[in-house]
């Protein structure tokens, strides 16, 4: 496999992975904290796509690795929002768990 196509792979991995943290995020309770904390988990969890994309049109190597730290970066804070959400019980972890694997 060509380093475009699993590129285009990736950016399509994301961009489901970020419907999937809407949908996450619709399903949360109506209170202030859901709303707080789901708005960065939100954030965080659909900016994942649009940084990958960004890192995919990076002029040189050293900006495709600033770009895509940005990703991992996203993708662990991502992770420590729904590490939040569940132990805070606001979200069920069985509701969620492929997502935070993924």
């Given at each position: 496999?060509?380093?475009?196509?699993?590129?285009?792979?990736l950016q399509e991995r994301t961009k489901k992975f970020a419907v999937r943290i809407v949908k996450a995020f619709a399903s949360l309770p109506r209170d202030e904290a859901a709303r707080i904390i789901g708005r960065q988990f939100l954030r965080s969890g659909t900016s994942l796509?649009?940084?990958?994309?960004?890192?995919?049109?990076?002029?040189?190597?050293?900006?495709?690795?600033?770009?895509?730290?940005?990703?991992?970066?996203?993708?662990?804070?991502?992770?420590?929002?729904?590490?939040?959400?569940?132990?805070a019980e606001l979200i069920k972890v069985n509701l969620v768990r492929s997502l935070m694997k993924e």
């Amino acid at each position: 496999m060509n380093t475009l196509n699993q590129a285009k792979q990736l950016q399509e991995r994301t961009k489901k992975f970020a419907v999937r943290i809407v949908k996450a995020f619709a399903s949360l309770p109506r209170d202030e904290a859901a709303r707080i904390i789901g708005r960065q988990f939100l954030r965080s969890g659909t900016s994942l796509a649009a940084n990958y994309r960004a890192a995919c049109r990076a002029r040189s190597a050293p900006d495709f690795i600033s770009k895509i730290s940005v990703v991992a970066e996203e993708a662990d804070e991502t992770l420590s929002w729904f590490e939040l959400l569940v132990e805070a019980e606001l979200i069920k972890v069985n509701l969620v768990r492929s997502l935070m694997k993924e």
